[in-house]
């Protein structure tokens, strides 16, 4: 077992004022075993060295219709710090300045990729803003996070949140590598059939480790299609701890589902997921 390949591929910094005036109120709200102010850098460091960690990815973000923003500047002077981070930076395709935006991440930040949530941005995935910044994603060569599920705020637009409908985005960029956040959720077996369909598209599990018998049925359905091998480890630091999804991933068996998940794959999302597996390098 190769502990040094330990990724955790869903993580995020920020200071409480990126947050705007609705998303802290609403992390606070949702989460209150964290407060929203602890997403500092140095909280990350000290959590993912903690958490055995070898390396992590860093998610920017940014929002009009919530009027957030973690700065991708904030992201890539942070990354830079250690070659153990990876930055992805986040744009809003209703910023009529969102593809130079990405070029400047990518090309002059040097982060690695973007994020994107229909949901919490309010864009529909097949809008030509969207199309826009795939197009210079897939020139770039950079990574497409999407936050393609759920969002709690009640503002959030969940008409563009269906993870099917990034089964067009996926035919109409074959080369583009996309990586849906959360499995999903509420929808993780929409997320199933695209990880088998597509051979870019993969998902990560930040979040649902939370959630031991929802995780238990997405392990289940992806070995039923064969597609565990497309599944990433992610903690969504600072909501959750990466020790803490850690534990629950590998114990995962405990919530009595009847059909275990044999112990392998599970160590294998732990620990065979290198950075290489999506062209990714710290």
Known sequence: MNTHDFVDWHSHIWLPEHLGPEWGREIDSHYTHVPSEHGTPEEHRAAMLASGVSHSVVIALTSRHFDLDVPNEFVAEYVASSDRLVGIASVDPNDPSAVARLRYAVGDLGLSGVKLSPPYQDFHPHSDAAYAVYRAADELGAVVVFHQGAVSHRRGVLDNAQPVLLDRVARDFPELRIVIAHMGQPWPHEVVP?????????????????????????????????????????????????????????????????????????????????????????
């Open 194 to 282: 695209l990880l088998r369909k597509h051979p870019n598209v993969f998902a990560d599990l930040s979040a649902r480790c939370s959630r031991p018998w929802q995780l238990s049925t997405i392990l289940l359905s992806a070995l039923d299609y064969g597609v565990q091998d497309k599944l990433l480890f992610g903690s969504d630091f600072p909501t959750f701890d990466p020790a803490e999804h850690l534990r629950a991933l590998l114990s995962v068996n405990e919530v009595g589902q009847g059909r275990p998940v044999p112990q392998d794959v599970l160590d294998a999302i732990a620990y065979d997921r290198p950075l290489s597996l999506l062209g990714l390098g710290a």
